[in-house]
């Protein structure tokens, strides 16, 4: 009959515990440096965030200051058009029919008047387009932020539970390897000598 050789447990208490020291190592480094990645990713999106709102309140001012100057150089001899809601693009719509019918019909405006209040409206234009795009810049940082928390939220979770079951790992892997064999090992070393 033949015989089976021990198993090694001696190895298998050691890896136990090896592996658990490597996953405590890993689950600390992982917090730390996932998260001072993420903490800096939230920073700086709120920094850029923080300057798009800048950037939104002087581009409202200015749309604001336009708008004003348009209503005072350009008055609409229609009531119905100056009505205030009508939307300012529409305004100035009316504005430029009433402006190129009459310096059609007898030159009565000058073409630095028409080109005045064209320029005006074309920066009035852009203000309007990069106001909806810095929206739309906000609106994404304020997801990305989002994100970036539920990720860093999930990353200390299993970064906790890997500490905690890797800690586990290693103090049970110590304690079978030493009451289990390196005990009667020493024994048998000092029974020798």
């Given at each position: ?27 600390i ?15 700086e ?15 409202k ?10 209503d ?28 190129k ?51 860093l ?18 103090i ?22």
């Open positions: 009959m033949m015989t089976i050789p021990n198993l090694p447990t001696d190895n298998l208490y050691k890896f136990l515990s090896i592996a658990g020291l490597v996953t405590v190592i890993l689950s480094s992982s917090l730390y440096f996932n998260g001072k990645s993420l903490n800096n990713d939230i920073i999106m709120n920094q850029k965030i923080a300057q798009y709102n800048y950037e939104f309140r002087y581009l001012c200015e749309v604001s200051e336009i708008d004003k100057i348009l005072k150089d350009f008055p609409l001899p229609d009531s119905t058009l100056n009505n205030s809601s009508i939307d300012t693009i529409g305004k100035c719509n009316g504005v430029i029919s009433i402006l019918y009459e310096y059609a019909k007898n030159k009565k405006f000058k073409d630095e008047n028409l080109n005045y209040f064209l320029e005006m409206y074309t920066t009035y234009l852009k203000s309007l387009k990069r106001l909806d795009s810095i929206e739309i810049e906000v609106d994404y940082g304020i997801k990305k932020i989002n994100y970036q928390t539920k990720l939220k999930e990353n200390r979770t299993y970064s906790l539970l890997g500490l905690i079951l890797g800690s586990i790992c290693t049970a892997g110590f304690y079978l390897w030493y009451n289990k064999s390196q005990k009667y090992i020493d024994r048998k070393i000092k029974n020798e000598v």
